[in-house]
């Protein structure tokens, strides 16, 4: 938990930015069902909508809390994944040092948690926990052979789906588990009829809430079969997802900054090429050359098994919207599910590597953790503290809309810039109640709109950036 705060501790700073204030809009409310604001049970986004109905009335328009909140989330998250890894394996420095990695995985978690886009994470992180939970409970049946167990690892893992259909993207850690200890222990004939019973059963629960979830983008609109037949590049596409996982980025940049030939362009493809090839071929032979089929290594095998399951559902699922190495490279939203594989991998490989008797073999385990967590903890503040200015100029808008909202009997306009404008829906929500404010964009036809109206005060905004430095203030121009 110290850890991560001390790596996170910038995003406490900041407030949401872009579309980070989507569900302040009142008509994601979840049980709202009128003529224009049109709502149903089955949703993409349902933990997302169901949240914000929690927080608002708690938090109001302290808008800070809300970042608090995001971190808390986070947190609850890392512990869950750690005693859940932990249980599973019986192994509690395999665990800790999965989820160290995790923690401050940069390339799957800045996006995220870092660049205030709150909606990608409210419908992207909390969903996990019970997914989690669920495949706890799993590993927990094929130890037990309970049923109870195993009915409750369907009840969570329906959960979790019902919270958020993203949670598709654990479903590979679940089937290859499942295949797995089908194919390594001796089982009688009803219990592995029964095993592909659940992968039947897991697979229909996916494919059933997510198409009642077909409200969103996300949804695919073709077979998978047919998406891989007629896409281009296909196998690039998947495959240099995982060297872009596996490999530091920094390292990526300084190969291609210094190829002989000629300095190599981003996206970098050439270099994440040379990498995959040999990380193919570790992963292919370490999945052949463990024996051992404890829970902990079945785990690790279930990570060889399904990440490039999980970059091919990257591009699956987002269709041409997806980032692809081909396009992209470093970290992404869509990293965020498969850095939880990766960081299985990496953790594994450590492990092993601290597992050896000799104290210098275990430092040298230590210290390429402890480089591991600092360089990513520096990516990501690095990062961070980019956006500050950004962050500052959503704050400054908020306060300043608040200022000039006291006197609710006053009709006032408000023209600025777009950037200027994201946060409408926060300010619409707590600052609006008496519909007094009339927003328009300064590139729109602002003059029609105010013309329409008799208003009290107008106010075109704009925003000084103060010679590039963080601070800045809101310039008002008065019309009227």
Known sequence: MIISLLVWRPVLDQVPMGEGYYYFDKCQNKFIASENCPTTVWQYDNLARLSFQIMIPLFKDNIHYYMFAQVGMMLLLYITFYLVISKATKNSIIAFFIVLIFITNYTGSFSIMAIGNYQRFVQRVPNLIPVLISFYLLVKYFD??????????????????????HSIFMLPLFLTFILLKTITK?????????????????????????????????????????????????????????????????????????????????????????????????????????????????????????????????????????????????????????SIYSSILLGYLVTSIYNYKKVLVKLIAIVILTISVFYNSYLIQRDTKKLTKTSIKMEQFIKYIKLTTTDKNMKVAIIGPSHLLWPMHFVTLFYNTNDNLTFALDSSNWNGIINKSDFDKIVLLDYEDNDGTETGKIIENKIK
């Not at 037990?144 to 259909?165: E, M, P, R, T, V």
């Not at 590049?233 to 900054?257: D, F, G, S, W, Y």
Request: hydrophobic share 50%; net charge positive; charged share 15%.
């Open 144 to 165: 037990s052979k309970k049923y109870g167990d195993l009915a409750k690892s369907i009840a969570f893992y329906s959960l979790g789906f019902y919270f958020s259909h």
């Open 186 to 338: 001796k089982f009688a004939f009803k219990r592995v009829v029964l095993n592909f019973g659940v992968i039947a059963i897991l697979i229909g629960i996916s494919i059933v809430l997510s198409s009642l979830s077909s409200t969103d983008h996300f949804v695919p609109k073709q077979g998978i079969i047919n998406f891989i037949a007629t896409t281009p590049q296909i196998i690039e596409k998947t495959m240099l997802q995982i060297p872009n996982l596996l490999i530091p980025t920094e390292i990526v940049r300084l190969i291609a900054k210094n190829w002989p030939i000629a300095p190599i362009p981003y996206p970098f493809s050439f270099v994440l090429e040379l990498f995959a090839i040999p990380l193919l071929l570790i992963l292919i032979i370490s999945l052949f050359a463990i024996k051992n089929n404890t829970n902990a290594k079945l785990l690790l095998k279930c990570a060889i098994l399904a990440l490039p399951i999980v970059c091919l559902l990257n591009l699956y699922s987002y269709g041409d919207g997806a980032t692809s190495p081909l396009r992209n490279s470093g970290e992404d939203r869509i990293y965020f599910i498969p």
